[in-house]
C-alpha cells in the first residue's frame, strides 16, 4: 500500500472516529453543533492524511506525535478545551504512526 492510499484510509477513519465523539455534545444551536463536528472532521482527516505521507526522516511514531500536537493546539487555544483537543490529537497521531510504521 502507498503511503497517499494509507494517509486517505487513516484520515476517514479518524475523522469519522472524532466527529462521533462529538456528536453527543450539546451546542447552541443545530448550525454550531455542524459548524463544530465538520471542523473537527476536517482536521482530524489531514492529520491521518499527513502523517504517513510526510518524512521528517524520523520514525512515523514521533512524527504522528509531533504532528498530532502542531495541528491540535490552534484548535485547543480557540476552544479553550485544551486536554481533550489535544490528548486525541496526540494519541490519534501516535495510533496512526504505529500503523504508518507497519504498514510502510
Known sequence: MDSVTL?????VAFGVIDAAIMIP???EN?????????GAFIERFMLGLLIPTVSFGWNPI?????LGLGLSVP???ITRAYAPIIGIGV????IIGVIA???L
Open 30 to 38: 443545530r448550525r454550531k453543533k455542524i459548524e463544530a463536528i465538520s
Open 7 to 11: 494517509g486517505l484510509i487513516c484520515g
Open 62 to 66: 514521533v512524527t504522528g506525535a509531533i
Open 101 to 103: 510504521n507497519a504498514v
Open 75 to 77: 484548535t485547543a487555544i
Open 25 to 27: 455534545m450539546k451546542y
Open 91 to 94: 494519541v490519534g497521531g501516535i
